[in-house]
């Protein structure tokens, strides 16, 4: 495959909040896809500056037009320096020209709003061109017109949060048909090595409370406003430590704030040791971080602590109020001194708060659990790891989960997918290589129904009777035994070379195949809260059977939490040492990405909006949510209910719901590929289940701030509490007591309680 080649453009690149992210953007994209030029414009050393040229990864192209540039004559220098001050043009573009005017790109980034875009406008030759913005633009006031002089030459122009490009629209109308939302990225692994190393200052040891504020110091960030934050805490017998890193390049603001701490007698608490390279050993050791800025389209610090586990104290700016939730995973304030002092006094006085906050953050911080946890059982170095489904097609939480486990887990090393169904989604066939066996017309022909076999005449008698014989198999429990033989002779082979081989499902008809395999490690993902599953059908019990013989060939498995661990080992305590609890990972900023797509179905924001997102199956139990819809239509309830899925089931709640008289309230949408952009407009997400593991829908629902309310099934509880998204209820027998717990939630969101 080709590589695609990519030219990103920067005026410099110090050590500042969307430099870093560009630093992390650089590490997480694989070298092996992309030829990558930077080009740098202006790097001049400023006084106090760190440079961040070092961290870029070797494999990228830098250009750096100033250090090329700085060889020539002094008077060329001040022809330039002349040249800039009477055009406004770019000190260095001449020479950017030249070095682009023979290049051709498949894409052209300019990165930043506070230097001329006119470049890649109207120099750089590229299929798609585009603006990465980092601030707010409707506040900044660097600015760069070029931005928008040059508009209708960009493809797209990206913002860093939903907030600030919200109200960037609502400015400049004009941007609105090409601007999306990409959120700054951390790399993890480094953020976590950094913080291990030794502070690179001496901190105070005295026990007093210590805040941390990594910034440059400049107008925005307010340092001015964190002194007299300062002096009004402690005028009320506070005593703590707030230290400062960042770049004192701005000479009369730096004296400015010195003096400031002087006069309030703060010198010895307030501290400002200038920029660090590793400001991460500092968040580390800090009670809170505190990002007081005039306006942040999204803080790289406060994702940074966030990450570390952290809390934060931020004030309301666009980025902020994406990654924070108050009181929760931070504290929000307004932006005068007096709003700022009062939540640094709540913070200080409530060591409930701060537990709190912090217990939350590590809830939040699923995703690199997952990998944390996964990492040792891959052990070092790059491996290659395939995942096996049945029917890769088939939509479900399950599969949803697996995919994303597959992202993350590619990060370790190359990851491969296997399905019995050959994959009809370019995108992952874009993404992954997909081993199948579609092309062998026996195990194609095992994945039909029955009754569409028996009545195709095209297909040969000796076919059909395989089919039938598998069905009967499946009734017995065995229906693996036809897979298995059949992969024997055309497989293996296929599944030679894997270093993990992890089967997503439970109930895969491969989970025997595999268990076979000589692999150095093989793992069982349990989706679901197996104690109940197994125990739910004559099928369930027929296909774990020989689960304790099964499962003993299984190097780890993988349960979704605690208490669906528990529930597995209770059955098979001999497995205890090698089960394991691992939350499905969130991708908070894929979630919100998918969201903020625009909506398929549009809801009636004068009614209550509920929505259930499930495959249309006897244990999601629709008739019964239809049973509860009617009851609050008889209680004279506004309200309007989304099923979201598709199943066996679909065509029989479909006639349920026109037999009750529901038209009217409750929708049908289908199976819907991206069912975000609908659940964010919605009020409530309801979830009634006969049994669960972990939904992947409540996942989606609190990173959007949809409140849930489910049964008290499987890992419900804990995935809820963890969470903080809503409550559960036990389940009732009684249609009208759920229906009047239903009713209940509506009237206490609806009042905003």
């Not at 027998?733 to 009042?751: G, P, R, T, W």
Request: with cysteine.
């Amino acid at each position: 495959m080709e590589k695609k080649k990519i030219l990103i453009t920067i005026n410099q690149l110090f050590k500042g909040g969307a430099e870093t992210a560009l630093i992390n953007l650089l590490h997480v994209l694989p070298a092996s896809e992309y030829e990558i030029d930077l080009l740098i414009f202006d790097q001049i050393q400023l006084r106090g500056s760190i440079s961040l040229i070092p961290k870029i990864p070797k494999w990228v192209h830098v250009i750096n037009i100033a250090e090329a540039e700085g060889k020539v004559a002094f008077v060329k220098k001040a022809a330039f320096k002349l040249h800039r001050k009477v055009t406004g043009e770019q000190r260095f573009r001449q020479a950017a020209r030249q070095y682009l005017h023979d290049r051709f790109y498949d894409v052209a980034i300019s990165y930043g709003e506070w230097f001329s875009s006119a470049l890649v406008a109207l120099d750089t030759a590229a299929r798609r061109k585009y603006v990465w913005i980092h601030a707010d633009i409707d506040k900044a006031a660097f600015l760069h017109p070029d931005i928008l002089r040059y508009q209708d030459f960009f493809d797209g122009f990206i913002f860093a949060s939903r907030h600030s490009m919200e109200a960037a629209l609502a400015k400049f109308p004009k941007l609105k048909r090409c601007s999306f939302v990409i959120h700054n990225q951390v790399d993890r692994d480094r953020l976590r090595q950094l913080s291990k190393q030794p502070p690179p200052v001496e901190l105070p040891m005295d026990g007093l409370p210590l805040l941390l504020t990594v910034a440059n110091i400049r107008g925005e960030k307010n340092h001015l406003r964190q002194v007299e934050v300062m002096k009004l805490l402690f005028d009320r017998g506070y005593r703590f430590h707030w230290v400062n890193v960042g770049s004192l390049a701005k000479t009369d603001l730096v004296s400015r704030v010195k003096q400031s701490a002087a006069d309030a007698g703060l010198c010895a608490y307030f501290h400002l040791p200038g920029a660090v390279s590793n400001p991460y050993s500092l968040m580390c050791r800090a009670d809170a971080v505190c990002v007081l800025s005039d306006h942040e389209s999204w803080s790289m610090v406060i994702t940074e602590a966030k990450q570390l586990g952290v809390p934060v104290i931020a004030t309301e700016t666009s980025g902020a109020l994406e990654q924070i939730v108050d009181g929760k995973t931070g504290l929000l304030c307004g932006f005068s001194a007096e709003e700022i002092a009062a939540r640094i006094e709540a913070f200080l006085n409530s060591n409930a708060l701060r537990a709190n906050i912090r217990e939350n953050l590590r809830a939040e911080a699923l995703c690199p659990d997952t990998l944390d946890t996964l990492g040792p059982i891959l052990s070092e170095g790059k491996k290659k790891v395939l995942y096996v489904f049945d029917n890769i097609n088939y939509l479900s939480g399950a599969r949803s989960a697996a995919l994303t486990q597959a992202k993350m887990v590619s990060r370790l090393g190359q990851v491969d997918l296997f399905s019995l169904e050959a994959c009809q989604d370019e995108t992952l066939t874009q993404q992954y290589h997909i081993l199948s066996t579609s092309d062998d017309p026996t195990l194609r022909l095992l994945s039909h129904p029955l009754r569409e076999t028996i009545k195709d005449s095209t297909i040969p008698r000796r076919a059909k009777l395989l089919r039938c014989l598998y069905a009967v198999l499946a009734r017995l429990g065995q229906e693996s035994l036809i897979p298995d033989l059949l992969l024997k002779r055309g497989m293996c082979a296929a599944f030679e070379g894997y270093d993990a081989i992890f089967v997503v499902s439970e109930a895969s008809k491969l989970r025997r195949f595999v268990s076979e395999r000589k692999h150095p490690v093989k793992v069982q993902w349990i989706h679901t809260d197996y104690a109940a599953w197994r125990e739910r059908s004559a099928w369930t019990k027929a296909v774990t059977k020989h689960d304790a013989t099964l499962y003993s060939q299984f190097d780890t498995i993988i349960c979704l939490n605690r208490t669906l661990r528990e529930k597995f080992v209770a059955i098979y305590p001999q497995f205890a040492e090698k089960t394991i609890a691992v939350p499905n990972p969130i991708l908070r900023d894929e979630i919100l990405r998918k969201a903020a797509e625009p909506p398929t179905v549009k809801v009636d924001d004068t009614k209550f909006n509920l929505i259930t997102i499930g495959r249309f199956e006897q244990e999601k139990r629709y008739d019964r949510l239809l049973a509860i819809a009617a009851e609050l239509k008889k209680q004279g309830l506004a309200f309007h209910w989304y099923f979201v899925g598709d199943g066996v089931l679909y065509q029989d709640i479909a006639a349920l719901r026109v037999q009750m008289g529901l038209q009217e309230y409750v929708t049908l949408t289908g199976m819907m590929p991206n069912p975000c952009p609908l659940l964010k407009q919605c009020d409530l997400m309801v979830l009634f289940s006969e049994y669960e593991g972990t939904p992947v829908t409540i996942d989606e629902a609190a990173v959007l701030g949809v409140p849930v309310l489910a049964n008290d099934v499987g890992g419900v509880r804990e995935q809820v509490e963890r969470l903080s998204c809503g409550r559960t209820i036990l389940d009732a027998v009684d249609i009208y007591e759920l229906a009047q717990q239903v009713y209940e939630v509506i009237v206490k969101i609806s009042s905003g309680l």
